[in-house]
């Protein structure tokens, strides 16, 4: 993901071309391989009006619970009450009806952590000069470039929207912005960190910091092979450098839930979610959310279910990124005034879905029927309707949009090689990895196609 580049689209555009997949329009050679905003994507919805059934695709997710001792825990039943609401909202807002959740059992954090994330982890390693250490090392430190090209993804005005009125003036280019930005980070880390929990103890006491920290969590989701949905109570700090999230920055600084990439597991290809019930049941009144104090216990399960589990899994299994500015149907909807409880109301009274997501689901539509065909060893239709998803996905996706078409390519690879076509299934995987050269599983198909060629 953030360290790891990609080659651009041109690249991708060439390749793709060359194996008769159009993608989009013209437009697509001139964008950069960075996150366009969302508006971006509003010409392509103008002509649809689709009602978008997915439930051709059933699907189980395996749940494990994460407990931090010093927070409310998760109990099997409160996780039960979540993940039947997060079903109910999958089928109302993204019609998606035969999602199975399977609770393998629960875990402390610490152990969760510390199984997954051991000392002396490539991938810890890799991130430790972008992370937030309080009183160690601060956002103000990490790589300049790697700031401007993660707020590049942004128009100045947008950013600066963010930032107190009395300020924006001064905000007049990328860099005043940055060191502004990150000044704002450490200063919330700072005073983060002199909160106390009931123990007298600090929240982020150094013995807690390992697992409260979004880095370590990044990793250990990116490690691990236990469940495709981790429900945790835990308060887990937002301390990515890197990619100062302004909306996280300017709020609580903490992670509410996440879609990461997780290598091993393939329920939903590659990835895994994380949600977390901290900010809806904890005591600490910076962190509570707006509004929680008048709902019941079971609200509050519901507002988690709908809210974060089943937001999260919108990314995740939709490949939906946030949105700004769909309207109050939408299930993706981030906005710095809209909280956890105004957002559930919000969707509460804006039942069924929401009609500017359509082409995200509609696309990933194309991508269950194909596996589902090729299931059914039906692998021509399968492959066509990956072409098709390649086709239709929109640019702005959760995770990397080029990663995401190099999977699908080897998938198109995989479906080629059970016809016995090994030439077409080599031109796909070669595809995937002009766009995605360190893409392990092309890379092993290719491997493997080199010393028997002919092998189905
Ligand atoms: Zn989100
Ligand atoms: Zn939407």
Same mark, same amino acid.
């Given at each position: ?6 080659? *651009?689209? &041109? !690249?991708?555009?060439?390749?793709? %071309?060359?194996? *008769?997949? /159009? ?5 697509? &050679? ?15 919805? &103008? ?29 099997? @039943? ?9 079903? %109910? ?6 019609? #998606?009806?035969?999602?199975?959740? @399977? ?22 390693? =890799? ?26 993804? !942004? ?7 963010? #930032? ?13 912005? &940055? ?5 704002? #980070? ?6 983060? +960190? ?80 994380? +949600? ?28 988690? /279910? ?16 946030? #949105?700004?500015?769909?309207? $109050? ?5 981030? @906005?710095? =005034? ?16 929401? $009609?500017?997501?359509?082409? !995200? ?11 589902? +065909? ?46 016995? @076509? ?5 031109? !796909? ?12 599983? +092309? ?14």
């Amino acid at each position: 993901m953030i360290l790891r580049q990609e080659r *651009g689209l &041109a !690249w991708l555009f060439s390749g793709l %071309a060359a194996l *008769g997949v /159009g993608v989009g329009g013209s437009s697509y &050679a001139q964008t950069p391989a960075v996150t366009p905003t969302a508006s971006d994507e509003a010409p392509l919805l &103008a002509s649809r009006r689709i009602t978008t059934d997915t439930s051709t695709a059933a699907l189980t997710l395996e749940v494990l619970l994460v407990n931090d001792p010093d927070f409310p825990e998760v109990t099997q @039943k409160a996780a039960e009450a979540i993940l039947t609401q997060a079903r %109910a909202t999958l089928a109302d807002k993204l019609s #998606f009806t035969t999602i199975t959740f @399977k609770v393998k059992g629960s875990e402390s954090a610490a152990t969760f952590l510390g199984r997954n994330v051991p000392a002396g982890d490539a991938c810890l390693a =890799e991130y430790e000069p972008l992370r937030v250490r309080p009183g160690q090392h601060q956002a103000k430190n990490v790589d300049p470039k790697l700031v401007r090209r993660f707020l590049g993804r !942004w128009e100045l005005g947008a950013l600066r929207s963010f #930032f107190p009125e009395t300020e924006r003036e001064a905000l007049t280019s990328y860099e005043v912005l &940055a060191d502004k930005l990150l000044q704002e #980070f450490d200063r919330k880390v700072e005073a983060i +960190a002199a909160f106390k929990l009931k123990d007298g103890t600090s929240l982020l006491a150094p013995e807690k910091l390992d697992q409260r920290s979004y880095v370590n969590w990044i990793c250990a989701l990116r490690n691990q092979d236990d469940a495709d949905l981790i429900l945790t109570n835990a308060f887990i700090l937002y301390d990515l450098a890197s990619e100062p999230f302004p909306h996280s920055i300017f709020a609580k600084c903490k992670v509410g839930g996440a879609s990461l990439v997780s290598q091993k597991r393939r329920a939903i290809y590659r990835r895994a979610v994380f +949600a977390s019930t901290f900010s809806m049941v904890t005591d600490l009144p910076f962190f509570q959310e707006e509004g929680v104090g008048a709902l019941s216990a079971d609200e509050r399960l519901a507002v988690i /279910g709908t809210f974060i589990v089943a937001h999260e899994l919108g990314h995740a299994l939709f490949k939906l990124p946030d #949105f700004y500015d769909h309207p $109050p149907e939408c299930l993706m909807t981030t @906005k710095f =005034e809209t909280g956890y409880v105004s957002g559930y109301r919000d969707l509460l009274s804006h039942p069924g879905p929401c $009609p500017k997501c359509q082409p !995200w689901i509609e696309a990933k539509r194309s991508v269950f029927v194909a596996e589902e +065909a090729r299931r059914e060893q039906r692998y021509d239709a399968a492959i066509e309707n990956l072409r098709l998803a390649i086709k239709r996905t929109p640019k702005h996706i959760d995770g990397n949009y080029v990663r995401y078409i190099a999977d699908l390519s080897v998938q198109v690879a995989e479906n080629y090689l059970a016809l016995g @076509k090994s030439k077409e299934a080599q031109q !796909w995987l070669g595809a995937a990895l002009r766009i995605a050269p360190d893409h392990q599983e +092309a890379l092993s198909m290719q491997k493997q196609l080199q010393v028997s060629p002919l092998a189905p």
